[in-house]
């Protein structure tokens, strides 16, 4: 397999007559951690959300694990799907289910997988994200910052090659942020292929093998994760770091 686990070109987006991506371009590197960075309304959930095919997009290419995607094809697209973990700003967990359950619909319903095996795993990944004592526990008894680390196991559990995490901190109060950005933090050093929407600087600094700059839908600058950090190359990048206090 290639070293690029996504290549995209070309790639446009509309909703209506608004233009939310344009003309894009980019790669994502196998076993890196890329950062999506940009203002609000920039355009980088919109992106993230083709790459597993919860939007669709009007023209250009999109090729992940080498298959050409058509934005039209959902069920061409379930094909590679169950290969690709998101995490979302809403935890999206089933208030009647506990965390046990949750976690394991999608590997014992989905993938058909041997149930000692996957309990042996959920509890393995609960212990890692310090949750090993709540696996009985209903969503409604745990806090935020609980609730998102349950959602990383439960995109985890799924043993996936491409993990997307989509402002995954920014419905968690300030000191619930810490805890969930450290669990990324183990799993970027783990070579997990990552994409990463966030507005968290210093951790995007501390983590981004690659850094995508997205403003008014275009990518502005597509950069190696340190140096763009220390040398933006657009003025516009520098201008959005300096608004920036990390």
């Known amino acids: 397999m290639t ?18 991506l344009k003309d894009i371009n ?24 083709t ?3 919860l939007e669709s997009f009007d023209s250009g290419d999109l090729e992940i694990f ?6 039209h094809d959902k069920k061409a697209f379930a094909v590679i799907k169950h290969e690709i973990g998101m995490v979302f700003q809403s935890y999206d967990l089933f208030p009647n289910r506990t965390v046990m359950q ?3 619909l999608g590997p014992l319903k989905v993938q058909k997988r041997d149930e000692t ?12 994200v310090g949750l090993q004592k709540f696996e009985n526990y209903y969503p409604q008894q745990l806090s935020g910052g609980q609730k998102q680390r349950v959602a990383i196991v439960r995109a985890l559990i799924l043993n996936p090659k491409l ?20 669990i990324l933090k183990q799993l970027a050093e783990q070579d997990l292929t990552m994409v990463v929407v966030t507005h968290e600087m210093n951790f995007a600094k501390q983590v981004a093998d690659k850094v995508i700059f997205l403003d008014s839908g275009e990518i502005v600058e ?10 933006p190359q657009t003025k516009r990048a520098r201008d959005f770091l300096d608004s920036m206090s990390f």
């Open 3 to 20: 070293d690029e686990i996504i290549q995209v070109r070309h790639l446009n987006k509309k909703f209506g007559d608004k233009v939310v």
């Open 26 to 49: 980019l790669t994502i590197p196998k076993n890196k951690v890329t950062v999506v960075l940009g203002p609000s309304g920039s355009g980088k959930s919109t992106l993230i959300r």
């Open 51 to 53: 790459f597993n095919g």
């Open 66 to 71: 080498g298959q050409k995607i058509d934005p």
């Open 102 to 104: 949750n976690i394991t």
């Open 117 to 128: 095996e996957v309990l042996d795993q959920v509890r393995q990944l609960l212990a890692e």
């Open 163 to 182: 993990m997307l995490f989509d402002e995954v901190t920014a419905s968690l109060d300030p000191e619930m942020v810490r805890g969930v950005l450290e």
């Open 222 to 231: 597509e950069q190696n994760g340190k140096k763009f950090f220390q040398e």
